[in-house]
């Protein structure tokens, strides 16, 4: 079945320490999205990938670093210049509403990476 | 750039109807899109609206009205796994992208 894959479900980072959240996907879709949930805050926008080897910042990307060096993939760095990192991450693909079944228009998600500061 | 509101948080009893209200502004609409999110897990899409009026799916439909800047999801025949967040969510077309805001969510609990 298509769909999107991130990984680790829960991590752990130590103060000072840089991780990276993996989304792999074989939908087959150009663009594709990181976005932080805290409680009471809704989604907010880190960096998006419209393209192979293009990407650009959202609204919170200080912090955070991206690439995307294939299609389907659009890792997550989260670096120890990010002060607040405990949070739930989701990484997503977009299609255009119109293209084939209305299922999955607009924005799907990945299951979500927790992570957690200790 | 967007602002979108939506309640924070809505309760309904098993088996009634209950209307969740969005309302938004922005420059350059191009749709609006209602997403399910249980807790703890991804969000997942519900409807899509880009022209004025109703959009019917079984329990779920969900109106807009893009001169009023408004839309509502409205679930029938409510039951308790409808329990979770409902997110609104924009798309706008600025500054040569697509982009999809997203409301703070509202969280409603179905009690018997």
């Known amino acids: 079945d298509g769909g999107i894959t991130q990984s680790p479900k829960y991590l752990f980072r130590k103060e000072g320490q840089n991780v990276t959240l993996s989304c792999e996907q074989n939908?087959?879709?150009?663009?594709m999205y990181w976005y932080r949930q805290d409680p009471g805050q809704g989604l907010r926008l880190i960096y998006y990938s419209q393209i192979v080897n293009d990407f650009q910042k959202g609204d919170i990307a200080e912090g955070y670093s991206v690439s995307r060096e294939k299609k389907e993939s659009f890792p997550l760095t989260v670096t120890s210049a990010q002060k607040n990192p405990t949070a739930f991450y989701l990484c997503a693909t977009y299609r255009e509403p119109g293209q084939g079944p209305q299922a999955n228009y607009g924005y799907t998600f990945g299951s979500g990476t927790r992570l957690t500061v200790v | 750039g967007q602002n979108i509101d939506q309640p924070t948080e809505m309760t309904a009893t098993e088996g009634a109807i209950v209307q969740i209200n969005c309302t938004y502004q922005t420059s350059g609409f191009n749709g609006l899109f209602w997403y399910q999110q249980h807790a703890g897990e991804a969000p997942t899409f519900l409807s899509y609206?880009?022209?004025?009026g109703l959009e019917e799916k079984g329990r779920f439909s969900s109106f807009l009205s893009r001169s009023k800047g408004y839309s509502y999801l409205l679930l029938k025949e409510l039951q308790m796994k409808d329990s979770a967040s409902y997110l609104c969510a924009v798309r706008d077309l600025g500054a040569g992208s697509y982009q999809l805001t997203f409301g703070k969510g509202t969280k409603l609990s179905v009690i018997p």
């Open positions: 609206n880009v022209l004025d």
């Open positions: 939908l087959n879709h150009d663009a």
